[in-house]
Each structure stands twice: as structure tokens, then as C-alpha cells.
């Protein structure tokens, strides 16, 4: 699978940092606060901490930022991020959360390829599980399910692998510009948290029959 580096140190970064170290990848973390970046790295025990648009030590780069940064963070990165396999989680939710920010015809992930080197490969994954969900799963039992989406079929088979070694199912969705179906998913997962399910406690499977 190869090392794991992670921009941001919120909720996600925290979830996903402490599965990454369960399953004893070695991890990054790189915050645009060095203090946080250092405060979540002991957390995680055995996690180092990065400059924040340097080279990163992973070959995987999980980006945990909101997506109204998430683009200009990739900008800043610049040729740092050549060669990496980049995944973008976010959700470019518009506030309400019955709209997304990025309009017809792209999406986030698609934005964010666009402000990477043309050497590194945008994987859509995890946006379509709460966090929470995500926090509070064992691994045991029926693994949680993450639908990714990419252009370039070795970074998703690295992405499949990580998603695989932290216990969960990796559920390739095809291109990158499945990420527009997988974010209006997200949207998706809202309506039924606000509505039908009347909890964000519950996440997406699919069942074959
Ligand atoms: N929460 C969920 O259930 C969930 C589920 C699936 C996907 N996602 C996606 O995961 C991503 C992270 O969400 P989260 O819940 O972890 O958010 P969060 O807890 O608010 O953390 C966001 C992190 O991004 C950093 N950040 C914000 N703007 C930045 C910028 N311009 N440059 C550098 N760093 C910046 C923040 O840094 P500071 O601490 O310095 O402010 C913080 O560490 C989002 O894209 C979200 O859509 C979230």
C-alpha cells in the first residue's frame, strides 16, 4: 500500500488517521497549523507531522479539507504533489445541504485534477460515509462500503488496497467523473439523515442478490 499522508487534522483526518494506524501504516500528518498537525499526530501514537506544502512522505495523500479549500491547497502544493496518488473526500456541500457548490457538468474531485501536477491521479473516496459511521466502526462484521472513482486504474488499485487494509470495501464506481454522482450521493445520504432516516447513524450498502 505504501505510506499514508493526510492534509488537514479535523474529524476526518482523525478518523481515517487512527484506522491508518490500526492497521500500522505509516502516517503523515500536515496541518496549516503546525500545532494542531502535532497535537493529532501524538493522538494517533506513532504519527509524524509534515511541512505544510512540502513534499509529502506518502505515496497516498488523503486531502481532509473543506472543499471550498481544498482546490487553492492543491494550487499551493503545486509540483509537491507530482507523482501521488491524491484521494479527495470532500463534500462541496452549499449550505442547506440540498445543493452542492460545484456546478452541473464537474465536481470537487474534478476541480481539484484540474489544480494538480499532470503527473499525480485524483481518487474519489469516503465522501459518501459519515464520519461518525466511520468513527464508530469496528471493521468487524459487514465491512463499510466505499464507492471511489478515478481515471487511472493503478491509483485506484493502491487506494482499493489502503481501503481494504483499514477493514473496509472498496467499490469501484468507474472515471473520475463518476465524483459528480458520488458527491449529489452525498447529498443524498443528507436528505435521508434529515428525512427518511432521521439519523446521520447509518451508511450505503449495496447487497448483492
Ligand atoms: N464530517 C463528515 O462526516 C465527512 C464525511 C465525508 C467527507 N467529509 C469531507 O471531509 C473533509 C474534511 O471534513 P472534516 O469533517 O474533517 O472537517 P473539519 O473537522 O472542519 O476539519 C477541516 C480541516 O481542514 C483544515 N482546513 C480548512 N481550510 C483549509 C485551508 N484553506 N487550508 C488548509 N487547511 C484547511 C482545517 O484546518 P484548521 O484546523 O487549521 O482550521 C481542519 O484541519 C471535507 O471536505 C468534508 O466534506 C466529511
Do not use: C, W
Not at 474534478?110 to 491521479?121: L, N, T, V
Not at 471511489?148 to 472498496?170: L, N
Amino acid at each position: 500500500v505504501g505510506s499514508i499522508s493526510i492534509i488537514g487534522v479535523g474529524g476526518m483526518a482523525r478518523v481515517l488517521g487512527a484506522r491508518a494506524r490500526q492497521s500500522g501504516h505509516t502516517l503523515e500528518v500536515v496541518g496549516r497549523d503546525p500545532a494542531k498537525a502535532a497535537e493529532l499526530a501524538r493522538t494517533l501514537g506513532g504519527a509524524t507531522t509534515g511541512t505544510f506544502g512540502a513534499v509529502p512522505a506518502g505515496d497516498i495523500v488523503i486531502l481532509a479539507v473543506p472543499y471550498a479549500g481544498a482546490a487553492a491547497v492543491v494550487s499551493q502544493y503545486g509540483d509537491a504533489l507530482a507523482g501521488k496518488v491524491i484521494v479527495d473526500i470532500s463534500n462541496p456541500f452549499a449550505p442547506g445541504f440540498t445543493e452542492l457548490l460545484v456546478p452541473d457538468g464537474t465536481s470537487a474531485a474534478e476541480e481539484i485534477a484540474k489544480a494538480a501536477p499532470a503527473s499525480a491521479h485524483v481518487v474519489k473516496a469516503f465522501n459518501t460515509i459519515f464520519g461518525n459511521v466511520l468513527a464508530a466502526d469496528t471493521g468487524e462484521g459487514h465491512p463499510l462500503d466505499v464507492f471511489i472513482a478515478g481515471d487511472d486504474e493503478q491509483a485506484k488499485a493502491r487506494v482499493s488496497a489502503f481501503i481494504t487494509s483499514i477493514g473496509m470495501r472498496p467499490l469501484d464506481t468507474g472515471l473520475l467523473g463518476m465524483a459528480r454522482r458520488l458527491e449529489e450521493t452525498g447529498l443524498l445520504l443528507m436528505g435521508l439523515g434529515a428525512h427518511g432516516v432521521k439519523s446521520y447513524s447509518f451508511s450505503l450498502r449495496v447487497d448483492p442478490r
